[in-house]
């Protein structure tokens, strides 16, 4: 990352929201990574931010281990976590660097059985990242996997009312739509699970995978998950200082929360614990034996 460019998980206390908020990875994802991978000796998570996959996958790997992210704030996080793994730390390395001059910090010739990059893919020219990792970064037998997630929104949790569940889509696309405009990456791929993408252009083998979720959350959590939005903290550190500036996850806060407070008097109920349910779809790719196009 240049010295002059903004950090976009840089925020005050943002890495480590996200690295506490931030959604896992199901097993079925680790064991399909794990189960498509043919050699266990070196691994890279490229825009690893926090670790999140990266813990996931690292101990069935016996060689170089290397936690890549342009972000100093998220890759101190990730450190922070080594030492409450078994892995040892000297076959860790921790690289801050653009997704693109990865190899410069590395020994020459280094190459990787699985390369993964974790609601990262977004971030980069797509064409351009995958020929850099056939060409710099994959073993001839290696695998990428690409993989990430988005929130759809969500329902209030009130089954017994299906009309005013719908209300809290509303609020999210709300909130969503002042915020959309401020990411610096293509959101839109990402909400596509980049299904937009042929990878078949760059990789012989592809695979691909899907999985829905939905949880029911407390309203501080999915405020924290609001808050770990880039585009969110871009929007706020553009904008804030502006005497008119409506920060929108307070608008959103107010919103919510007077919707429930009206809907559990109208009924003469207690507040739920947890009253939103978020769905959340993840993605996966499987990309094998890529092929050299420049």
Not at 41 to 51: E, H, L, R
Not at 233 to 242: D, M, Q, R, V, W
Request: charged fraction near 25%; hydrophobic fraction near 35%.
């Amino acid at each position: 990352m240049d010295k002059q460019e903004v950090d976009p998980f840089g925020f005050k206390g943002q890495a480590q929201d996200y690295d506490i908020e931030r959604p896992k990875y199901s097993q079925n994802f680790v064991n399909k990574i794990l189960s498509e991978t043919s050699s266990f000796n070196n691994f890279i998570d490229v825009a690893s931010g926090t670790g999140l996959l990266f813990y996931e996958l690292a101990n069935k790997f016996q060689g170089k281990l290397v936690v890549q992210d342009r972000s100093k704030k998220q890759l101190e996080v990730a450190k922070e976590k080594l030492s409450k793994t078994q892995l040892n730390p000297s076959n860790v390395d921790f690289v801050e660097s653009d997704a693109f001059d990865i190899h410069k910090h590395l020994p020459e010739n280094t190459k990787f059985d699985l390369v993964t990059i974790a609601q990262a893919f977004h971030w980069v020219d797509n064409d351009k990242f995958c020929q850099y990792v056939i060409n710099n970064l994959l073993t001839e037998n290696g695998t990428f996997a690409v993989c990430g997630y988005f929130c759809e929104g969500f329902d209030y949790n009130t089954p017994e009312d299906p009309e005013f569940a719908k209300l809290g889509q509303k609020r999210y696309d709300e909130f969503y739509s002042t915020v959309l405009p401020h990411f610096d990456c293509d959101r839109t791929s990402l909400d596509l699970g980049h299904t937009n993408f042929d990878f078949s252009k760059h990789f012989e083998k592809t695979g691909f995978i899907r999985e829905k979720t939905q949880v029911e959350l407390p309203l501080e959590r999915f405020y924290k998950y609001l808050g770990t939005y880039s585009a969110y903290n871009i929007y706020k550190s553009k904008l804030g200082s502006n005497p008119d500036f409506g920060d929108p996850l307070a608008v959103f806060k107010k919103n919510v929360e007077e919707d429930l407070k009206g809907y559990y008097a109208k009924h003469n109920i207690s507040p739920k614990e947890k009253p939103l349910v978020m769905r959340m779809p993840f993605f996966l790719w499987i990309l094998k034996n890529g092929k050299k196009l420049i």
